[in-house]
T-cell receptor
Framework: DAGVTQSPTHLIKTRGQQVTLRCSPI?????VSWYQQVLGQGPQFIFQ???????GRGNFPDRFSARQFPNYSSELNVNALLLGDSALYLC?????????????FGSGTRLTVV | RKEVEQDPGPFNVPEGATVAFNCTYS??????FFWYRQDCRKEPKLLMS???SGNEDGRFTAQLNRASQYISLLIRDSKLSDSATYLC????????????FGKGTTLSVSS
């Protein structure tokens, strides 16, 4: 079975541009969460979606938005990119919204803003 | 106070050594506890969950002290392949809440 898949793997954008990152969860998983990992830091929670509805949001500005599709895949959008948005963006999927079993992460999208 | 605090290291140890990492968390409502391993420029991977009674997986032993809000990871007989960053992770396990990660502790095992 395929794990969590993310695309693209790498991306270079210019300040002020917009970016869309994509995630396909493990088959059967209905919950998708997004995390941002800046170099030297642990991952930080951005969003959680379950059954196409937002179930949780971290402390990120409104420039960050996401959605989940009927097939449970998800997109993360970031508008008006800043240099500080350069990071590894990780997607994780799980059966449900709780975290009791931990999450399986995709290999991430490395975004560089120049 | 940060939600999850870890000594960033690096810990530089020879092969065969025993090394211990510690972690403290601030939210007393935390219910789930994990250690993740992250190799350079890769995604974090679940190493083990941590239970109140303590648990062991081969050379790895994790302990949880809820009263002190303290988690530990012991690695015995270190291998070169253990070189990585070890992330301490906690969660309240409520719907819609997140895994809260520490900054990670870097381990370098040398021959």
């Amino acid at each position: 079975d395929a794990g969590v898949t993310q695309s693209p793997t790498h991306l270079i954008k210019t300040r002020g541009q917009q970016v869309t990152l994509r995630c396909s969860p493990i088959s059967g998983h209905k919950s998708v969460s997004w995390y941002q990992q800046v170099l030297g830091q642990g991952p930080q929670f951005i969003f959680q979606y379950y059954e196409k509805e937002e179930r949780g949001r971290g402390n990120f500005p409104d420039r960050f938005s996401a959605r989940q599709f009927p097939n449970y895949s998800s997109e993360l959008n970031v508008n008006a990119l800043l240099l500080g948005d350069s990071a590894l963006y990780l997607c994780a999927s799980s059966w449900e919204t709780g975290t009791i079993y931990g999450y399986t992460f995709g290999s991430g999208t490395r975004l560089t803003v120049v | 106070r940060k939600e999850v605090e870890q000594d960033p290291g690096p810990f530089n140890v020879p092969e065969g050594a025993t090394v211990a990492f510690n972690c403290t968390y601030s939210n007393s409502a935390s219910q789930s506890f994990f250690w993740y391993r992250q190799d350079c420029r890769k995604e974090p991977k679940l190493l083990m969950s941590v239970y109140s009674s303590g648990n062991e997986d081969g050379r790895f032993t994790a302990q949880l002290n809820r009263a002190s809000q303290y988690i530990s990871l012991l690695i015995r007989d270190s291998k070169l392949s253990d070189s990585a960053t070890y992330l301490c992770v906690v969660s309240t396990n409520q719907a819609g809440t997140a895994l809260i990660f520490g900054k990670g502790t870097t381990l370098s095992v040398s021959s």
